[in-house]
């Protein structure tokens, strides 16, 4: 009896994103590229093992609506082009989008493809034409602050990310609620002087942050090739799964980074919380701090390190 309910109970999930996926292509360009029917079942990819996005919880709105406030895309890439990169995770349900230009708020657009559509990433031109259907303005995004650090740059042309010195803009932020669910997200534009098309950790799931509402969450700023070749986030989650405190499974995440890696030429933190509000954070170097409200006191704590 209750696999016949959780099968009538998935059907009917299943119909219901599918019209509103249907409903999507009617008033979309953007029509899918594999199926000439947007409302064709598909069971492999939406079956009982495999939870459709449905709506999130409330504590998603915590930090889509700080990192709304915060976002403010200043690094460029060597071309001087803004590249927004960000990802947005509702307990067990993560979604990203990479490669995303002239829309001053990816974090927004990436809590409506959560919504609105059934997948999980959208990149470069279809990630902007959504953004523009849905709604968000195309801007010019390039200030004269950003515009005069570019051509003073073009002087040497030299890629060479400096150890805690503000080139990038990254940005990870981690929720729990009374009721023990998580949610996090994490948006940046990358670092400064990148080249065309780099992709970090940030969009990446379970490198630049990691949520699994059993046990924790985790997030990462710094050098996100280093992150990239350790998916970092998803290691301190495990870990945290098989009994580490989050302040343990951060040191280990950088000791991954630190045995194989130049990490005396590089900054990475680690930001990790689990079910029980208990919180950690590591870095390679130090000076990486980060921002925590707990009860009903904010504060700012500075991590430990590697190197001292």
Not at 4 to 27: C, D, G, P
Not at 72 to 95: G, M, Y
Not at 234 to 250: D, H, K
Request: proline share 6%.
């Amino acid at each position: 009896m209750i696999q016949s309910v959780k099968k009538h109970e998935n059907n009917t999930i299943q119909a219901n994103k599918q019209k509103r996926l249907a409903k999507f292509y009617k008033n979309s360009k953007n029509k899918p590229n594999n199926v000439d029917n947007p409302i064709k079942p598909v069971t492999r990819v939406y079956g009982e093992t495999s939870p459709l996005p449905i709506k999130p919880k409330p504590i998603i709105n915590v930090p889509t609506i700080h990192l709304d406030v915060m976002e403010k895309p200043e690094p460029a890439n060597n071309n001087n082009i803004f590249e927004l990169f960000c990802k947005i995770s509702p307990e067990n349900i993560t979604v990203k989008f990479d490669f995303l230009q002239h829309i001053k708020h990816p974090i927004s657009v990436a809590r409506k493809v959560m919504d609105e559509t059934p997948h999980v990433m959208l990149s470069g031109e279809g990630a902007l034409q959504f953004a523009l259907e849905q709604g968000f303005p195309k801007e010019d995004l390039l200030t004269e602050k950003a515009e005069k650090r570019w051509k003073e740059w073009l002087k040497e042309s030299e890629y060479k990310p400096i150890i805690n010195v503000e080139n990038h803009d990254t940005i990870g932020l981690l929720a729990l609620d009374k009721k023990g669910d998580i949610s996090g997200a994490c948006t940046t534009s990358g670092l400064s002087w990148k080249m065309h098309g780099r992709v970090g950790d940030s969009p990446v799931i379970g490198a630049g942050m990691y949520v699994d509402n059993e046990v924790g969450g985790c997030c990462a700023t710094g050098v996100g090739e280093a992150v990239l070749k350790t998916l970092g986030s998803f290691l301190i989650v495990e870990l945290m799964r098989q009994g580490a405190s989050p302040q343990e499974a951060c040191e280990e995440g950088i000791a991954r980074i630190v045995k194989n890696q130049n990490y005396k030429d590089m900054q990475i933190g680690y930001l990790a919380i689990n079910k029980k509000g208990e919180h950690g954070a590591y870095a390679v170097h130090p000076w990486f701090n980060y921002a925590l409200h707990q009860g009903g006191e904010n504060r700012m704590i500075d991590s430990l390190s590697y190197l001292k």
